[in-house]
């Protein structure tokens, strides 16, 4: 997007902002291209100081893109309701979203289990006793945030 155009509203490009939806979420939809072209996928995932960590089978599509190392897209939306209203052209939304782009990295061996300790907190709020050997069963990669916008939107 172009730094001249103006930000939407409800538009944040603040960091602890972004962290807080990030927070928040459960579902991160990634944008990923590959040989057969561009999809979307929605995987669980934990976020810890600017970098998204999910975990991933050694084989398939996904993992593929995203040990090329190239740039991503993703979203989160956080929390979504309909706002109904007796005209039908003031009918809304409230939510809380994130879109944004990374880079990804596929974690070595070490690396694994803390970063599926993040996964699990952001679900579980507590660390887990998680078996190194049971890690290096999965692929497990960090997402470092390269841009993003949280768009917090509510009607009253």
Known sequence: M??????????????DVVAEVLSEGDVIHLALKDADGLYSVPVNYGYNNGA???HSSKVGRKILALASGEEIGFSVIATYAVVPDDKPC???CS????????VPRVLEDLEKV????????????????????????VEVI???ITSATARIVGRD
């Open 142 to 144: 960090e997402i470092m």
């Open 52 to 54: 998204i960590y999910i």
């Open 2 to 15: 172009s730094q001249e155009l103006k930000l939407r509203k409800g538009f944040s490009d603040d960091e």
């Open 114 to 137: 803390g970063a599926l300790n993040i996964v699990m907190e952001h679900f579980n709020s507590k660390q887990c006793d998680i078996d190194p050997v049971s890690a290096k069963a």
């Open 95 to 102: 939510f809380r979203s994130v879109v944004g782009t990374g």
């Open 90 to 92: 003031k009918w809304g």
